[in-house]
């Protein structure tokens, strides 16, 4: 039997990651420290004979007995109201963690694969997004302490690639959603869902015709177990390349829930990407993966998803300090 250790498992990809890789027939270990994670999010593994979690903190010394064939790093925050709120966490897990864990990884002779991001493009001037472009970052903005992290995360991969002949693979996630998403988090689809359901106006930031292109869980995962069990070891998109304009998106969530509250126009932050979409024709080419889940398909899923969720999770206050960090 094989062993995956998953850093960030129980966070919104990490947990769906479990998920997959116990009912591909491996062992998982899940670890996580649970600043953003949620144990809600792999409760139903517990107990799972071959599953187990390690309450950790990955940005120190790394510790894990017996065989690893498999190590995915997913531990990190994920959305610019995190990076305001944790920047230095945010720099650590990007850096600190990795040096850790490709350091696990030549150790234990396993393949290891990094969750990336389209934030490497930063706010691009190429579009679609292809893998050879170098990308636009501002490394002092208020998003540069995930963008240039995961900048330098795949830099130590590769040269631990190059260096050491560690196993590597690099996945370059564009927006992805879906159930288990964090309904506080800030981030742009459970931001106007949470406020459907708690009877808000809707929060456009900038003008709203800023672009995204959105990927549902399930495709994502199908791709990450491809490129994981490919020899491929340059980096490589995974995302849905159906773009849309966040105004129109917010005219979506309000049919979806039809909910009578209207949209406000709030500044956009800084360094906010104007458009973004990724050219997935290499995930095409050498995982022969490309996404099968439409938006409204999607969408309806996530909904019921969030609509179960406890009146506690729903008016947490977190999302009520986001006010500060939005001018
Ligand atoms: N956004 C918005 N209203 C919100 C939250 C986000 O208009 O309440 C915008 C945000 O400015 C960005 C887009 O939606 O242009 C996607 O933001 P998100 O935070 O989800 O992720 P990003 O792709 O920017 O990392």
Redesign the pocket.
């Known amino acids: 039997m094989k062993t995956v250790l998953i850093t960030g498992a129980a966070g919104f990809l990490g947990s769906h990651l479990c998920d997959r890789f116990l009912k591909e027939g491996l062992k998982v270990i899940a670890m996580d420290n649970l600043i953003t994670g949620d144990m809600d999010n792999i409760q139903h593994l517990i107990g799972n004979e071959h599953f187990s979690f390690i309450h950790h903190d990955v940005t120190n010394y790394v510790h894990v007995s017996g065989k690893l064939d498999y190590i995915m790093h997913f531990a990190s925050p994920a ?2 109201i995190d990076y305001l709120k944790i920047p230095i966490q945010t720099l650590k897990v990007g850096s600190l963690a990795i040096h850790n864990l490709l350091g696990l990884a030549r150790e234990k002779k396993a393949r290891i694969i990094i969750a990336s991001t389209s ?1 490497i493009y930063g706010d691009p001037q190429v579009h679609p997004q292809h893998e050879e472009y170098w990308g636009h970052v501002n490394p002092v903005g208020p998003r540069g302490v995930y963008d240039e992290a995961k900048r330098f995360q795949e830099a130590m991969t590769m040269a631990y690639n190059r260096y050491h002949g560690v196993e590597t693979r690099i996945v370059r996630i564009f ?1 992805t959603y879906g159930p288990r998403m964090r309904l506080n988090d ?4 459970p ?2 869902i949470g406020q459907a359901l708690r009877g808000e106006d809707l ?4 003008d ?1 015709t ?1 672009t ?1 292109s959105f990927c549902y869980v399930d495709d994502l995962v199908e791709g990450i177990y491809r490129l994981l069990m490919s020899d491929y070891d340059e980096p490589v998109n995974i995302g849905n390349p159906d773009e849309i304009m ?1 105004k129109e998106f917010a005219e979506e969530i309000i049919k979806l829930t039809g909910t009578t509250q209207k949209v406000v126009y709030k500044d ?2 800084q360094d ?2 104007k458009q ?1 979409r990724p050219d997935i024709s290499l995930a095409q080419k050498v995982l022969g993966w490309e996404p099968k889940v439409n938006r409204s398909e999607g969408l309806k899923i996530t909904y019921s998803y969030f609509k179960s969720l406890s009146e506690e999770k729903l008016y947490r206050v977190e999302h009520k300090d986001f006010a500060k960090y939005i001018k």
């Open positions: 959305s610019p934030e927006n800030g981030r742009v689809l931001a106007f929060t456009i930031f900038g709203g800023q995204r966040i956009l932050p906010d990407p973004r």
